[in-house]
């Protein structure tokens, strides 16, 4: 089971790797399948290597399944966008779409693990900064009887989908040892989130310039989201915490 950097080291098993596989498969389930293992903590996640010395991710207890919708799907995907964007007028939109209502800013900030400033102020902030991260916890701190009506509010597919999306990160911060506010994991969600819209975008057009013009969109997208995640492993390295010193923490990319 994924449980520490030791038991997984002594098996001879890259942390990154897991972490990779187990955000892609989420990813797939939540943004492009539909149908979603709603229970994925660290004892239902079993690691192992294959005949070949390659690593599997055997998933376990599969007692606790949501399926979503179509549109309920594609709603949560423009949500996300909205939240890479930090385009305000979008969250709002598609929260009221998912059953969210007024709780549509709190309910982004759960959702996405940062501020609704650092949402809307770039859309792709970094939250790894010490500033953000204690910035974050002392407003969760002081929300604690918001967010419980959020979770009391929100339908049952968008709960179990926030409890997912914790667990995941909660198995990213234990590998690697640190409070990463599930990073990794968000960039990788990100991916796919704009694949199933780009797919979405694509059943619908009627013409081939407007499918040229899509498919164009959602390479573009693809190369700022490899650019982040290559800046954001590079973070993780002790040249990178000490670039991060100098260099600016936050970066805009507009999806």
């Excluded at 539909?34 to 070949?52: R, S, W």
């Excluded at 930090?86 to 709002?92: F, L, P, V, Y």
Aim: aromatic share 8%.
């Amino acid at each position: 089971a994924v449980v520490s950097t030791q038991s997984t080291g002594e098996q001879g098993i890259d942390k990154n790797v897991v972490l990779g596989y187990l955000s892609k498969i989420f990813s797939q389930m939540i943004f492009v399948r539909g149908y979603i293992h709603c229970d994925p903590h660290p004892g239902n996640v079993l690691v192992q290597k294959d005949q070949g010395g390659r690593t599997q991710i055997v998933l376990l207890d599969h007692g606790l399944y949501q399926t979503l919708t179509d549109e309920f799907r594609v709603s949560y995907c423009k949500l996300w966008q909205g939240l890479l964007k930090g385009d305000s007028e979008q969250i709002k939109k598609q929260s009221y779409k998912l059953g969210v209502g007024k709780y549509y800013g709190l309910f982004a900030c759960m959702v996405a693990s940062r501020t609704w400033e650092d949402i809307t102020g770039s859309g792709m902030a970094d939250v790894n900064s010490k500033l953000d991260k204690e910035r974050l916890q002392e407003e969760a701190t002081a929300q604690i009887p918001e967010i419980s009506q959020v979770l009391n509010f929100v339908p049952r597919q968008l709960l179990l989908i926030l409890k997912t999306n914790d667990l995941l990160r909660g198995i990213e911060c234990t590998l690697l040892e640190r409070n990463t506010q599930g990073v990794g994991t968000f960039l990788n969600m990100a991916r796919y989130c704009m694949h199933a819209l780009a797919t979405h975008k694509l059943n619908k057009s009627k013409s081939v310039a407007k499918s040229v013009i899509i498919y164009y969109t959602y390479f573009v997208c693809l190369l700022k989201l490899k650019v982040l995640k290559m800046l954001y492993w590079i973070s993780l390295t002790s040249v990178g915490q000490r670039c991060a010193q100098i260099l600016p923490s936050t970066l805009a990319v507009n999806i």
